[in-house]
C-alpha cells in the first residue's frame, strides 16, 4: 500500500525541530545567498557568492520516480566522509523507531506533492543532526541533492 502522509514518529520529530530549524534556515539564508554555485564531495565544501561553508549530504529526491534515498544509502556514496552525518540519522530512525528515518528510501509518490515530502525528510534531517541549514541544489536532471550545512549544533 502506498502511502500518502507521514507516520507519527515522523510528524512528532519534524515538531521537536520546526522552530529552531526555520529559524536556522533564515540564518542560513542570510549568510549563504543563492548564485552560482560549486561542491566538492570529497573535501564535503560546497561555494556559493563567495563563501564556502562544510557540508554533508542528507540524501536525494528523484522526480521521475518520486523518491528519497538517504545518503548513507547510496551504494556510490557508502562509507564516504561526505555521508557521514546522515549515518547519524538512521541511528536516530533505529532508536525512535521513525520508519522515515531508518529505511534506506521513501516512496513519496502517494503524496500530493512529493517535491515538498523530500523537503520535509531533509528538513527533519537537518533538525536531527543539528545541523546549522540544509541546501537543497538541482544535482542533474530530475535530481535534488539538499546537503547539510556547517558543524551540528553551531549558530550562525
Request: charged share 20%; proline share 6%; net charge negative.
Amino acid at each position: 500500500m502506498m502511502s500518502t502522509t507521514f507516520t507519527d514518529a515522523f510528524l512528532r520529530t519534524a515538531e521537536q525541530h520546526a522552530a529552531w530549524g526555520a529559524e536556522q534556515l533564515e540564518a542560513l539564508e542570510r549568510v549563504l545567498p543563492a548564485g552560482p554555485w560549486t561542491a566538492d564531495l570529497d573535501q564535503c565544501v560546497y561555494q556559493s557568492a563567495g563563501r564556502t561553508v562544510r557540508v554533508g549530504l542528507l540524501g536525494t529526491y528523484d522526480e521521475s520516480e518520486r523518491s528519497w534515498l538517504w545518503a548513507w544509502a547510496n551504494p556510490g556514496l557508502q562509507g564516504s566522509a561526505v555521508v557521514a552525518a546522515s549515518e547519524r540519522i538512521a541511528g536516530f530512525g533505529r532508536a525512535d523507531d521513525v520508519p522515515e528515518l531508518r529505511e534506506p528510501g521513501v516512496d513519496l509518490a502517494g503524496f500530493a506533492d512529493p517535491r515538498r515530502a523530500a523537503e520535509a525528510l531533509a528538513f527533519v534531517g537537518m533538525g536531527v543532526l543539528g545541523a546549522p541549514g540544509y541546501i537543497g541544489q538541482s544535482a542533474g536532471p530530475g535530481t535534488r541533492v539538499p546537503g547539510c550545512s556547517g558543524t551540528p549544533r553551531t549558530r550562525w
